[in-house]
């Protein structure tokens, strides 16, 4: 079983990871959609969201966008972060699933944290 959560604003991929109003995730199990839940967005402070991500079994995030810091706490945990995905939430982790999600996303230099 994988865990995807999908940065977002009313059910479609946010532009940046951080500012979401919610994370969409996702549970999925021989490459199909098994539950959906919403859980909004706890806040945004410099590392916190990637290890609340972790601690709530998540293994993959897609994003719009995101610093290059919480990137790199992602891949600390071992989790895959993909980046410049856009589109309603679920389609997106349907075309993941199916390996055919064009995200071509780049990490977000523009943070005064």
Do not use: W
């Not at 994988?2 to 532009?15: E, F, N, T």
């Not at 969409?24 to 959609?33: H, N, R």
């Not at 810091?69 to 939430?89: K, Q, R």
């Amino acid at each position: 079983m994988k865990s995807i959560a999908v940065a977002s604003d009313q059910k479609r991929v946010c532009g940046h990871f951080g500012h979401c109003e919610t994370f969409e995730i996702f549970q999925t199990e021989g490459g199909k959609i098994i539950s959906e839940k919403s859980v909004p967005n706890p806040g945004h402070k410099p590392g916190f969201l990637p290890n609340f991500l972790h601690d709530s079994g998540v293994n993959v995030i897609i994003s719009g966008g995101m610093g290059g810091g919480a990137v790199d706490i992602f891949e600390e945990h071992g989790m895959e972060v993909v980046l410049g995905a856009e589109g309603n939430s679920r389609e997106v982790v349907e075309a993941y699933l199916a390996g055919t999600l064009k995200a071509e996303g780049s990490v977000c230099e523009e943070h005064n944290h």
